[in-house]
Structure formats: C-alpha cells, structure tokens
C-alpha cells in the first residue's frame, strides 16, 4: 500500500525487474533515495558511457529540472522520478520524437495500469481530467554526425495528495491517486512505463516517425482545440490543427495562415 509523502517508501529495482517483461530498457538501474536530479545523475552516467536503456530512479529529487528553467516538485515516496538514457542512431532534429514517443509511453502505462484515461497537451504534459500529472524533460548531447546519448527525464504525480502539491500548482495539476480516489502501485506503473518505451522506440527506429505520430495524435488533448502559445518574444494564437514530422505544433491562425510552433508554453483557451 502506498502512502503520502513518506521517505521510507521505495520503489526498488528488484521489484520493478521482477515483473518486468522486456529485453534491455530498464535492465541497469540505479536507484536513490535522494537525488537533485534524475537527469543530471544520468548524463554523467551517459558521458561516462552507460549503455542504452539504463534508467535513473529517485524517491526524491531536491533540485528536480522542469521544461522552461522550472522547477519539478518532487516530493519523497509518492512519485516517479526517472530518467532513461538513449543513444538514438538519427538526426538530432529527431529529439523531438523521442519526447513525444516517451509522453505516449506514459500515457500508455498509466491507461494500463489505472482505470484512467490520460491525454498529452502540446508538446509532452501528461494531463488527466484536464489537470497536470505528469511532465517530460529530455536533455540531449550532440555531435556534429548526431546525438551522443539523449536523457529523457520523466516525473509522474503518482501518490501525491493535496498537501504534497504546492498551493501554485493545486489549480492546474494534480496525481493518479487524487484523480482515481485510490493509490497507485509505482512498481507496476514503472516496469509497465519501461516496456511501453522500449516497444515504441523499437518500433520509431525500425518503422519511423508516422505510427508514434498517430498514436500522440489520438491521445492529444492540444489537437482542435484553440490555443495560444507563449514563446520567448511572442505570443501565436489559433486552432491547434497538427503534429508534424519533427513534432511541431501546427496552427491555423485568425487570418487562415499556417504556422508550425516549435517550442513555446501551451494554453488551452475556451472556444468561444
Ligand atoms: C515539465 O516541466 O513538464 C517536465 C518535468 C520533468 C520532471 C522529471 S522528474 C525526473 C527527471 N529529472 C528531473 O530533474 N526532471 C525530470
């Protein structure tokens, strides 16, 4: 059984390899207790040479990296925190798919494992019921010939409850565990998160970008609806009508032109 924000509870890598069913990802773990960042340790791990597939898992993070400088509330015992590392044979314009492929992995897990049905707002937020529960931060190191190895960092609000999210985020965000009334086994959810991402990165390396893209197009949140998007020196507005090949978001603004978003915070507006 699982609890609110407990120090003591793990999820360790004897459990999670016990049920897992796959072939690589996942198969090296390293596990701690307290960590400033499941991506930092893993991309010194990386450039020290770990193989494709290892994961880094923590109870807790005191410095956990969110997209845009943010940080990610990584409060002890109820979430996941990890962190896999990959060495991708394409272009590095191809991060980008990973870190869709990666938010329907999760999306995928969580479906399986809960009675939940999640979504993916633009590019990778995992929302349930229109509600924040999970985030996606890749990092990657490039050569000029390709990507040297490429950190995706994943964290799930599993067993958060009310008191473990900060008063900013209780509006926008929220756990499986509030969303579904009950807790969520983060050993299970975890060892399912790892098969769903080595099938689908299996299946992008071998079949390429369109069946990830279809899979994220069903399970967008983003897509028909009217958004804005807040970049650095400017706002775009209109109709989310997209995902292109590299992952942009593409818009059909006010005056019918279309314009492909590539990075950029995503507002879902009310259609009025
Ligand atoms: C986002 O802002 O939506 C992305 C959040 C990503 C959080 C995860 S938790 C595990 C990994 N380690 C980090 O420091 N960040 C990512």
Request: proline share 4%; with cysteine.
């Amino acid at each position: 059984m699982e609890h609110s924000s407990d120090p003591n509870n793990s999820y360790l890598p004897e459990q999670i390899k016990k049920i897992l069913k796959n072939r690589w990802l996942g198969h090296t773990i390293h596990h701690y207790r307290q960590l400033d960042s499941t991506n930092l340790t893993a991309m010194e791990l990386a450039q020290q040479g770990a193989p494709e597939g290892t994961a880094v898992l923590a109870d807790q993070q005191l410095r956990g990296r969110g997209r845009g400088s943010r940080s990610w509330h990584s409060p002890p015992g109820v979430g996941v925190y990890c962190s896999i590392i990959f060495r991708p044979k394409f272009l590095p314009s191809m991060a980008q798919l990973i870190t869709l492929m990666t938010a329907v992995a999760v999306a995928r897990a969580v479906s399986l494992k809960t009675s939940l049905s999640p979504q993916i707002k633009w590019p990778n937020d995992i929302l349930v019921n229109d509600k924040k529960v999970g985030g996606i931060l890749s990092e990657a190191e490039a050569s000029p010939s390709g990507i040297k190895h490429l950190v995706v960092g994943i964290g799930i609000n599993v067993n958060h409850t009310s008191t473990d999210l900060p008063e900013e985020l209780l509006i926008g965000a929220s756990s499986l565990r509030l969303e579904l009334g009950e807790p969520v086994e983060r050993v299970a959810l975890t060892a399912q998160l790892f098969m769903e991402l080595e099938s689908f990165y299996e299946r992008l390396q071998q079949e390429g970008s369109a069946m990830i893209l279809e899979q994220w197009r069903s399970l967008s949140a983003t897509l028909g609806r009217r958004v804005r998007v807040i970049q650095k020196d400017k706002l775009v507005e209109g109709i989310a009508v997209d995902v292109t090949e590299e992952g942009a978001l593409l818009l059909r603004e006010e005056k019918g032109s279309l314009t492909a978003v590539h990075a950029g915070e995503v507002r879902h507006l009310r259609t009025s």
